[in-house]
């Protein structure tokens, strides 16, 4: 399975970016999937996760009410849409794929990863 990541780029402070996640190699309508980021120096650290059906999403408190996750499994694809970005959400974007079919907010429980994409917000 492979995944690829995309849609990162340079943005102000208050912008907004949307990240595709395209899988090929499996089909993605048993598994949750999630995104992922690290900054420089930092760990990798939990952004968001969505359900196999998309009906149940996770996030983490520092993105929440500003980032959406959404998937289409008819593409193969998941998404994240962000908002007014702020320079703290500077990092490269990871996507995976997880081993639940459910949220999980645990990188453990990932068996596949992107390349990642990096965003950086300017203030």
């Known amino acids: 399975v492979q995944l690829q990541a995309s849609g990162g780029g340079l943005v102000q402070a208050g912008g907004s970016l949307r990240l595709s996640c395209e899988v090929s190699g499996r089909t993605l309508s048993n598994y949750g999937m999630g995104w992922f980021r690290q900054a420089p120096g930092k760990e990798r650290e939990f952004v968001a996760a969505i359900s196999w059906s998309g009906d149940t999403t996770q996030y983490s408190d520092s993105v929440k009410a500003r980032f959406t996750i959404s998937r289409d499994n008819a593409k193969n694809s998941m998404y994240l849409r962000m908002n007014n970005l702020k320079p703290e959400d500077t990092a490269v974007y990871y996507c995976?794929?997880?081993?639940?079919?459910?949220?999980?907010?645990?990188?453990?429980?990932?068996?596949?990863w992107g390349q990642g994409t990096l965003v950086t917000v300017s203030s």
């Open positions: 995976g794929i997880s081993y639940r079919s459910g949220t999980s907010r645990s990188p453990g429980a990932f068996f596949s």
